[in-house]
C-alpha cells in the first residue's frame, strides 16, 4: 500500500533559508481506490529532536478529500510515521521515512506502508477446568494418602513394592527405596491400625548381596509375605543388573525384623514370557500355597503362579501364564497380581497401564489359576487427588468385608512414596 507525500516550504526569512525561522508546510494526500476497504483512519506523525511531535490524522470514513495539510513545520529534517488503523482502532498497515523541509522548494516522498495486521482475527479461549477425582470406581482413595512418607525420602527415590502383614498385634509393611541414593534395599515401618505408619527402624532390613557376582548384587526388592508356625518368609526380587534377569529370592526370620537370605533363588526366571520375573503376592489354600508373580519380556507383563507345599520348593504351574492383558485399558500390561481368600473363592488385584492413564483391574477365582476379569478397572490413578502421575505395586490385604489396597504412588515430580485405596463392601 502506498501513499504519496508532498512537502512544500515557504520561505519568511531569504537570507538564511535553513534557519530555524524558515517554516513549510506538509501535504499529504492519497488515492482512495488503492486503500484498503478496511482502512478507516490514517494518522500521520511527525518528530523532530529538540521539537514538539506533530499529529494530524484523515478519517476516511467522513472526510470526502482524503487529503490533509500540515503547517507550521520549522525548516530541517523531520521524521514521518504513517499508521492505517480500521475501525476496531487496530493498526494494519505502517510505514515511515524522513524529509526535508528546505525554504522554497516542494519535496515529493513515496511511503511505502507494510501490513501489520489483516484487521481480522480470532479469539480463542481455553478454559481450565479443575481436575476432579474421578470417584467412579469401587476402590475409594483414602483422604489423609500419603500413608507413608519414608524418613529418607528424597528428590529421586522411589518407595516401591509395599507388601503389607498382619500378624494380629500390628500391621508391618516391607518396602523398597529405589534410586540414585537407595539402591533398592528393603526398608520396614509398622502401624496399630493400618492407616498411620512409623518407621522405627531407619536402616534397611534387607541388602543386596556384597559379593559382585552374586545374584541379588544389584537390587532386592519385597514381594509376598506369609508366617507359618512362627517362621516369616519374605520372598524378594533380586538381580544382579537391572538390565539382566530377575529372580525370586527368600528371607526367613523369627521376628519378621532379622532376616537370613536363602544363597540362591527359590524361583528362577525363564525364557521368553518370564525373562524376568517380580513376586508378587502369596496365599495358602487347601494344604497348597501359590506364589503369584509377574513375568516381563520386551515390554509386556504378564502374570504367572508357582505352587509349593513346604514354602522352599517351587513349581511353575503349566498353564502359565495365568492371566495377560486384552481389555484396552489394560494396554500391554497386567502384573503385580495381589490376591487374598475370600472363603469359596479368591480375588485378585494387579496393576495395567494404557495411554500414559495407570488402573487396577481385579479378577476372581476358584481355582486360584482361572481367572474372571471385571470388564472395568476398580481404580485408577485419575481417582486420586495425589497420585495423579502414576500409580503401581498394589498389594491387597482384607479386613473383614473391607478390601484394602496400599501402592505406591508418583504425584509429579522424580520419586514416590505409599498410598492407600479403600473398598467398603456392604
Given at each position: 500500500?502506498?501513499f504519496?507525500?508532498?512537502?512544500?516550504?515557504?520561505?519568511?526569512d531569504?537570507?538564511?533559508?535553513?534557519?530555524?525561522?524558515?517554516?513549510?508546510?506538509?501535504?499529504?494526500?492519497?488515492?482512495?481506490?488503492?486503500?484498503p476497504?478496511?482502512?478507516a483512519?490514517?494518522?500521520?506523525?511527525?518528530?523532530?529532536?529538540?521539537?514538539q511531535?506533530?499529529?494530524?490524522?484523515?478519517?476516511?470514513?467522513?472526510d470526502?478529500?482524503?487529503?490533509?495539510?500540515?503547517?507550521?513545520?520549522?525548516?530541517?529534517?523531520?521524521?514521518?510515521?504513517?499508521d492505517?488503523?480500521?475501525?476496531?482502532?487496530?493498526?494494519?498497515f505502517?510505514?515511515?521515512?524522513?524529509?526535508?523541509?528546505?525554504?522554497?522548494?516542494?519535496?515529493?516522498?513515496?511511503?511505502?506502508?507494510?501490513?501489520?495486521?489483516?484487521?481480522?482475527?480470532?479469539?480463542?479461549?481455553?478454559?481450565h477446568?479443575?481436575?476432579?477425582?474421578?470417584?467412579?470406581?469401587?476402590?475409594?482413595e483414602?483422604?489423609?494418602?500419603?500413608?507413608?512418607?519414608?524418613?529418607?525420602?528424597q528428590?529421586?527415590?522411589?518407595?516401591?513394592?509395599?507388601?503389607?502383614?498382619?500378624?494380629?498385634?500390628?500391621y508391618?509393611?516391607?518396602?523398597?527405596?529405589?534410586?540414585?541414593?537407595?539402591?533398592?534395599?528393603?526398608?520396614?515401618?509398622?502401624?496399630?491400625?493400618?492407616?498411620?505408619?512409623?518407621?522405627?527402624?531407619?536402616?534397611?532390613?534387607?541388602?543386596?548381596?556384597?559379593?559382585?557376582?552374586a545374584?541379588?548384587?544389584?537390587?532386592?526388592?519385597?514381594?509376598?509375605?506369609?508366617?507359618?508356625?512362627?517362621?516369616?518368609?519374605?520372598?524378594?526380587?533380586g538381580?544382579?543388573?537391572?538390565?539382566?534377569?530377575?529372580?525370586?529370592?527368600?528371607?526367613?526370620?523369627?521376628?519378621?525384623?532379622?532376616?537370613?537370605?536363602?544363597?540362591?533363588?527359590?524361583?528362577?526366571?525363564?525364557?521368553?514370557w518370564?525373562?524376568?520375573?517380580?513376586?508378587?503376592s502369596?496365599?495358602?489354600?487347601?494344604?497348597?500355597?501359590?506364589?503369584?508373580?509377574?513375568?516381563?519380556?520386551?515390554?509386556?507383563?504378564?502374570?504367572?503362579?508357582?505352587?509349593?507345599?513346604?514354602?522352599?520348593?517351587?513349581?511353575?504351574?503349566?498353564?502359565?501364564?495365568?492371566?495377560?492383558?486384552?481389555?484396552t485399558?489394560?494396554?500391554?500390561?497386567?502384573?503385580?497380581?495381589?490376591?487374598?481368600?475370600?472363603?469359596?473363592?479368591?480375588?485378585?488385584?494387579?496393576?495395567?497401564?494404557?495411554?500414559?492413564?495407570?488402573?487396577?483391574?481385579?479378577?476372581?477365582?476358584?481355582d486360584?489359576?482361572?481367572?474372571?476379569?471385571?470388564?472395568?478397572?476398580?481404580?485408577?490413578?485419575?481417582?486420586?487427588?495425589?497420585?495423579?502421575?502414576?500409580?503401581?505395586?498394589?498389594?491387597?490385604?482384607?479386613?473383614?468385608?473391607?478390601?484394602?489396597?496400599?501402592?505406591?504412588g508418583?504425584?509429579d515430580?522424580?520419586?514416590?512414596?505409599?498410598?492407600?485405596?479403600?473398598?467398603?463392601?456392604?
Amino acid at each position: 500500500m502506498a501513499f504519496a507525500l508532498i512537502v512544500s516550504s515557504c520561505n519568511y526569512d531569504k537570507e538564511n533559508p535553513v534557519s530555524k525561522n524558515g517554516e513549510g508546510k506538509v501535504f499529504f494526500k492519497l488515492n482512495r481506490q488503492e486503500v484498503p476497504n478496511s482502512v478507516a483512519l490514517v494518522k500521520l506523525t511527525l518528530t523532530r529532536t529538540g521539537h514538539q511531535t506533530i499529529h494530524a490524522e484523515l478519517d476516511l470514513m467522513n472526510d470526502t478529500t482524503a487529503e490533509v495539510t500540515v503547517s507550521g513545520l520549522l525548516e530541517g529534517v523531520w521524521h514521518i510515521k504513517v499508521d492505517a488503523y480500521n475501525l476496531n482502532n487496530t493498526i494494519l498497515f505502517t510505514g515511515e521515512a524522513d524529509v526535508s523541509v528546505i525554504s522554497d522548494q516542494i519535496t515529493e516522498v513515496n511511503i511505502t506502508l507494510t501490513q501489520v495486521s489483516s484487521g481480522i482475527g480470532g479469539v480463542r479461549i481455553i478454559v481450565h477446568w479443575p481436575v476432579l477425582p474421578d470417584r467412579n470406581f469401587p476402590f475409594q482413595e483414602y483422604t489423609l494418602n500419603p500413608v507413608l512418607v519414608p524418613v529418607q525420602y528424597q528428590y529421586g527415590v522411589y518407595a516401591e513394592n509395599p507388601v503389607v502383614i498382619h500378624d494380629v498385634s500390628k500391621y508391618r509393611m516391607y518396602y523398597a527405596l529405589v534410586g540414585v541414593a537407595a539402591e533398592s534395599k528393603i526398608y520396614y515401618a509398622e502401624s496399630i491400625n493400618g492407616y498411620t505408619w512409623t518407621s522405627p527402624i531407619s536402616t534397611p532390613l534387607i541388602n543386596p548381596d556384597p559379593n559382585p557376582s552374586a545374584w541379588d548384587h544389584g537390587g532386592v526388592l519385597p514381594g509376598a509375605a506369609i508366617i507359618k508356625d512362627g517362621t516369616w518368609y519374605l520372598y524378594y526380587q533380586g538381580y544382579n543388573t537391572p538390565f539382566g534377569q530377575w529372580h525370586t529370592g527368600l528371607a526367613t526370620s523369627t521376628d519378621g525384623i532379622t532376616w537370613t537370605k536363602k544363597p540362591q533363588p527359590v524361583l528362577s526366571a525363564g525364557l521368553g514370557w518370564e525373562r524376568q520375573i517380580v513376586p508378587t503376592s502369596i496365599i495358602g489354600k487347601n494344604g497348597l500355597y501359590y506364589l503369584y508373580y509377574t513375568g516381563v519380556n520386551s515390554g509386556t507383563y504378564q502374570i504367572g503362579v508357582a505352587t509349593s507345599t513346604d514354602l522352599i520348593n517351587w513349581t511353575k504351574h503349566p498353564q502359565n501364564p495365568v492371566m495377560t492383558p486384552g481389555l484396552t485399558w489394560e494396554g500391554t500390561k497386567t502384573s503385580m497380581a495381589t490376591v487374598v481368600d475370600e472363603g469359596d473363592s479368591l480375588a485378585m488385584v494387579y496393576a495395567a497401564t494404557s495411554n500414559s492413564i495407570h488402573y487396577f483391574g481385579m479378577a476372581t477365582s476358584v481355582d486360584g489359576v482361572n481367572w474372571n476379569k471385571y470388564e472395568k478397572p476398580v481404580f485408577s490413578n485419575k481417582a486420586t487427588d495425589w497420585a495423579k502421575k502414576w500409580i503401581d505395586y498394589p498389594k491387597m490385604i482384607r479386613t473383614g468385608n473391607t478390601l484394602r489396597v496400599y501402592f505406591s504412588g508418583n504425584e509429579d515430580k522424580p520419586g514416590s512414596v505409599v498410598a492407600m485405596a479403600i473398598w467398603h463392601r456392604e
